[in-house]
């Protein structure tokens, strides 16, 4: 059975960088046809896209935060991983890591994890 | 601009009621929308893909109908546990790809 985990610090100073990574279980990040990203969810609010990766290594990133967004994979590991550049209070949320289906069509979530921005 | 619009924001229903949640985008993307579900601390469970293609495990009283620009999610009889968040998803453009939201709840 498939099963994500997300893992990182849960505390971020502003303009300092967000780094998360996803621990994959039950699956490979190099199976073909799948995409591996990210979606979050401020407080209390609706859900973004932010990006995925494909087996092969493509990436996809949401237009709005493509300037700041990184998403890569550890196959050595089984895990991908995402980078957020210069955050603000604003990127504060729960960082969910996911199988796609396609690019952006998630399929099979991790918990979540949340990470405040603050300093 | 790409937009979309889901609706009510928010709807009260009692259990054994037929709800409908309407999403709609500004430009026509054919079949290329999914339904999901999420309960309060928890990741959303997709429901439904391509518009009207139920999920393995997704009980039958979930439909999903529409093409193009209009797209409908109707639960034909409520059950307690379907209580929830309901968003929508386009995966037709890499913008804006959730809707805002429509929470379930009990009347």
């Known amino acids: 059975q498939l099963q994500l985990q997300e893992s990182g610090p849960g505390l971020v100073k502003p303009s300092e960088t967000l780094s998360l990574t996803c621990t994959v279980s039950?699956?490979?990040?190099?199976?073909?046809?799948?995409?591996w990203g990210w979606i979050r969810q401020p407080p209390g609010k609706g859900l973004e896209w932010i990006g995925s990766i494909s087996y092969s290594g493509n990436t996809y990133y949401n237009p709005s935060l493509k300037s700041r967004v990184t998403i890569s994979t550890d196959t050595s590991q089984n895990q991908f991983s995402l980078r957020l550049t210069s955050v603000t209070a604003a990127d504060t949320a729960v960082f969910f890591c996911a199988r796609h289906v396609t690019a952006t069509t998630p399929d099979n979530w991790g918990q979540g994890t949340l990470v405040i921005v603050s300093s | 601009d790409f937009q979309m619009t889901q609706s009510p924001s928010s709807l009260s229903a009692s259990v054994g009621d037929r709800v409908t949640i309407s999403c709609q985008t500004s430009?026509?993307?054919?079949?290329?929308l999914n339904w999901y579900q999420q309960k309060p601390g928890k990741a959303p469970r997709l429901l439904i893909s391509d518009a009207s293609n139920l999920e393995t495990g997704v009980p039958s009283r979930f439909r999903g109908s529409g093409s193009g620009t209009d797209f409908t999610l109707t639960i034909s009889s409520l059950e307690p546990e379907d209580f929830a968040t309901y968003y929508c998803?386009?995966?037709?453009?890499?913008?804006?790809?959730f809707g805002q939201g429509t929470r379930l709840e009990i009347k």
């Open positions: 430009h026509d993307i054919t079949n290329y």
């Open positions: 998803q386009q995966y037709f453009d890499f913008v804006n790809t």
């Open positions: 039950g699956g490979s990040v190099t199976i073909s046809g799948y995409y």
